[in-house]
């Protein structure tokens, strides 16, 4: 069992939009602008896309947007790519001083 | 380029100890900290710890303190993950990853290639 929720699997169209959501609690999404998203395709170490909520480090497209609302976490693709289908996790600090992990989102395009 | 080199898969027995390295390529290895993150056989991404190879201090997730020990050697800029007795239940991939800022604890922007442990009789 994750300590952050995030659904099992999506799906889109290419081109169209996909939002990927990561629920946790106020001890760790609640408490902290301290989120980060990763892509992970088969046989591959992740990739961070986004830091801190919503910042995309450099060399990622800005089709991957983040966003927090109270205990929740959302990541948004936009203008969806075959080369987007992979797996996505969300991370978060806590107020214990470490750091959990989603159960990981499968996203097929 | 920044890059973190881990060691090479390793088969253990139970009860065997291990230890893996993560080497850095370059960036300048005391200005980040290096995380460790387990990936089970087809399973999602676990945080097991950080160190800040300046002076090793270590902070491990609850579900991985006194299993396993998280170490770094400044001078060869190295990190280390070891384990005193391996269960069947650490087989995994395990990956090193370098910390974006220096007190950064959750965002990983270098990762290494992950080390397969697998632990079977």
């Known amino acids: 069992q994750s300590d952050l929720t995030q659904p099992p699997s999506v799906s889109g169209s290419p081109g169209q939009s996909v939002t990927i959501s990561c629920t946790g609690i106020t001890s760790d999404i609640g408490s902290y602008n301290r989120v980060s998203w990763y892509q992970q395709s088969p046989g591959t170490a992740p990739k961070l896309l986004i830091f801190e909520v919503s910042n995309r480090p450099s060399g990622v497209p800005a089709r991957f947007s983040g966003s927090k609302s109270g205990n929740t976490a959302s990541l948004t693709i936009s203008g969806l790519q075959a080369e987007d289908e992979a797996d996505y996790y969300c991370?978060?600090?806590?107020?214990?001083?470490?750091?959990?992990f989603g159960g990981g989102t499968k996203l097929t395009v | 380029e920044v890059r973190l080199v881990q060691s090479g898969a390793e088969v253990r027995k139970p009860g065997e100890s291990l230890k893996i390295s993560c080497k850095d390529s370059g960036y300048g290895f005391t200005n980040y900290r290096i995380g460790w993150v387990r990936q089970m056989p087809g399973k999602g991404l676990e945080w097991m710890g950080i160190?800040?190879?300046?002076?090793?201090?270590?902070r491990y997730s609850p579900s991985f303190y006194g299993q396993v020990t998280m170490s770094a050697d400044k001078s060869i800029s190295a990190a280390y993950l070891q384990w005193s007795s391996l269960k069947a239940s650490d087989t995994a991939i395990y990956f090193c990853?370098?910390?974006?800022?220096?007190?950064?604890?959750?965002?990983?922007?270098?990762w290494g290639q992950g080390t397969m442990v697998t632990v079977a009789s």
């Open positions: 160190i800040d190879p300046r002076d090793s201090d270590t």
């Open positions: 991370s978060s600090f806590t107020t214990s001083s470490f750091v959990v």
């Open positions: 990853a370098k910390s974006r800022t220096p007190w950064e604890l959750n965002a990983f922007d270098v």
